[in-house]
């Protein structure tokens, strides 16, 4: 079998599968920053209902944009910023502490 490939003009458009990894982080990064962040061409999967639900339960607020289609979707997302919402006392981060620090 002989192929013959000869240069051309190519056009057309390409929409690429999104991330779950990256969709995650975006997730995470908007539902935890102080404002409101837009993420598009977010893909369904369960683990990321999951992460979803994990941010509301945080205090987020998240709404899907009534446009969104059927294979990716558009998330509306007012982030929490649990430094300012949780006690300092129950938040789990400890600054650092000079004297404190050990050598490995």
Not at 7 to 33: F, M, N, Q, T, Y
Not at 39 to 53: C, F, N, R, V, W
Not at 60 to 74: C, K, N, Q, V, Y
Request: hydrophobic share 35%; glycine share 10%.
């Amino acid at each position: 079998m002989k192929v013959w490939i000869e240069p051309s003009d190519l056009e057309g458009s390409l929409r690429v599968p999104p991330s779950k990894s990256l969709g995650h982080r975006a997730l995470i990064c908007a539902g935890l920053a102080d404002g409101e962040s837009v993420i598009t061409h977010l893909g369904h999967s369960k683990d990321m209902e999951a992460t979803i639900g994990c941010l509301q339960a945080l205090g987020a607020h998240i709404e899907e944009d009534p446009g969104s289609g059927p294979l990716f979707r558009t998330l509306h997302i007012r982030g929490c910023n649990p430094a300012k919402t949780i006690p300092r006392s129950r938040q789990c981060w400890m600054p650092l502490n000079p004297a404190r620090r050990s050598a490995f």
